[in-house]
């Protein structure tokens, strides 16, 4: 059998194959359309929020599918044994290009929640704000996320949008962010779902809203219940924004799409065969 077979894309992420369609013409979003960071738009008054846990915590799915049979198929012995050695270093890449990948979109204002010091660095060389997590905290991500909210609201009481997003889309593209953005400024609170459909990639909501937002297993149906917006509910756009990094299927998944610089540098020679082989659209875990 002869394999197809890429790693990572070093020349440049591959161009994603899913057409926009264009917003309904009812649902006008405030401000220029969101075609150009250099734009005053509606990115003009986004912040976003990322939280992230202990790095000595991060990853078990991932790490527990290292022995998968998908794995040992895909990744040599000495790979494995880097992911599961230190899984923090590929949770510090995410979430350098992802971080990055906000910026490039024109979202100038980041918060990053976390009680873990190596992410606190990190966060704040990527010249974002850094929340520390306190480790009294019940409600876990959604209480991160809410108290990332409400520290955006006092450092930018101007701005009229929070973005809740995942620290694991190494896939993600700026263009992505500015349509998924210009789209939801027109509708409230919206969603993009993670490639499975069951769980939440992104969460943009007015920075009035004070309520726990809904991330977890099952997020997806929580965030409908709670009047969220699906944006993109037949799934035929943003896949580099749905693809967060949980298990060793949402990373080929990922890779085939093409990940940024930092979790290029860290997975280095890793090489994904054919999505027949690699089972690029195997079912991820809810997030």
Known sequence: MTLSCVRGHPEGRRPHQATASPAPASS???????????????????????????????????????????????????????????????????????????????????????????????????????????????????????????????????????????????????????????????????????????GTSLLIRPTSSGELPHFGPDSAVAHRLAGVVELDPAHLRWPDIRTDVDTVSDLVAALRLGVGEHTRSVLSDLTVCDAATSGVGDRPDAS
Do not use: F
């Open 28 to 198: 006008p979003a405030p401000g220029r359309r969101c075609a150009d960071p250099a734009d005053e738009c509606v990115l003009d008054t986004v912040a976003a929020v990322l939280a992230v846990k202990h790095l000595g915590d991060a990853k078990s799915r991932l790490v527990a599918t290292m022995s998968d049979e998908q794995a040992t198929e895909l990744l040599s012995t000495t790979q494995r044994e880097r992911l599961r050695a230190d899984p923090g270093a590929l949770v510090l890449a995410m979430l350098t290009d992802t971080v990055d990948t906000l910026h490039r979109a024109g979202v100038r204002d980041v918060v990053v929640v976390t009680p873990d010091d190596r992410v606190r660095a990190r966060a704040q060389h990527l010249s974002a704000h850094v929340v520390d997590e306190p480790g009294d905290v019940a409600g876990g991500l959604n209480a991160a996320y809410a108290l990332g909210a409400a520290t955006a609201r006092t450092l930018w009481p101007a701005h009229r949008w929070v973005l809740m997003v995942q620290a694991d889309l190494p896939a993600a593209e700026p263009s992505s962010l500015r349509e998924i953005i210009d789209s939801a400024a027109g509708r409230g609170e919206s969603m993009v779902t993670d490639r499975a459909g069951t």
